[in-house]
């Protein structure tokens, strides 16, 4: 099943999945913010022209997971807009899509990524303990339901 999985990244023509996969997971544990509906709707504009980077995982010719690494400055980047498809759950597209996106992290020489989350997301938390990041203060956030932030310093 794993070696099925490819990681693609972002083109035009995918531009909507970045948004069905994000709310359909937003919807069932909180709610749609504003600052999603303008980031999710122009991905391009938003993420790949401001210098980050969006990826998806591609199963059986299907678009089933997505990341994107959100350009802060010249050394940080925040890995955000990370989904699964509930039909895809557990068959470790997460594990495949952060793998991936510190890969890339590392050959841009990206010194640091950051992420904001929440408590009760707790697989995506273990998710990210288990490749090394780690809890810092939260800090200004602009997402209500981010509760905990994590960042993790590049090798």
């Known amino acids: 099943m794993q070696n099925t999985i490819e990681i693609i990244p972002f ?8 948004k069905t996969l994000n709310i359909e997971w937003l919807e069932k544990y909180f709610r749609v913010e504003e600052k999603d509906e303008i980031v999710l709707s122009n991905p391009q504009e938003k993420i790949i022209d401001k210098g980050g980077l969006i990826f998806y995982a591609k199963y059986k010719d299907e678009i089933i997971g ?17 989904a699964v498809s509930d039909k895809a759950q557990g068959l470790g597209i997460g594990n495949r899509l ?56 590049m090798p």
Request: with cysteine; aromatic share 8%; charged share 25%.
């Open 11 to 18: 083109s035009p023509d995918l531009k909507e999945h970045i």
């Open 66 to 82: 997505t990341a994107s690494l959100m350009k802060v400055d010249h050394n940080i980047f925040e890995l955000s807009k990370m």
């Open 98 to 153: 952060l793998i991936h996106c510190l890969a890339v992290a590392e050959e841009n020489n990206i010194q640091k990524l950051i992420l904001y989350s929440n408590r009760k997301l707790l697989p995506a938390i273990h998710l990210y303990e288990k490749f090394g990041f780690v809890e810092v203060p939260l800090g200004n956030v602009s997402y209500e339901r981010a509760d905990i932030k994590m960042e993790k310093i």
